[in-house]
């Protein structure tokens, strides 16, 4: 049984409120697991993602892109 997250990415959101495991969302987006997995745990920034990928999930997901990327945390350079 997957273990329940109290903070989730959005990513993560979105994909659960979306009914998918990371296996089907991999399978509609085109994006691996593991690249899935690895934004959902913080260990790869989404937003620094290259666009392909940000945009298949959001289409898969049905959700705008600025629905399943992270809140800003970095000032511009």
């Known amino acids: 049984m997957p273990k329940f ?9 979105a994909r659960r409120a979306a009914g ?6 991999s399978e509609l987006s085109g994006v691996s697991v593991n690249t899935i997995k690895a934004c959902e745990q ?3 920034n989404i937003n620094r993602s ?3 990928d940000v945009l298949a999930l959001a289409e ?15 000032p511009d350079a």
């Open 5 to 13: 997250n109290p903070n989730p990415t959005p990513l993560e959101s």
């Open 20 to 25: 998918f495991t990371r296996q089907k969302l």
């Open 42 to 44: 913080g260990n790869r």
């Open 50 to 52: 290259p666009v392909e």
């Open 60 to 74: 898969a997901l049905h959700t705008p892109i600025k629905k399943i990327l992270n809140e800003r945390s970095e």
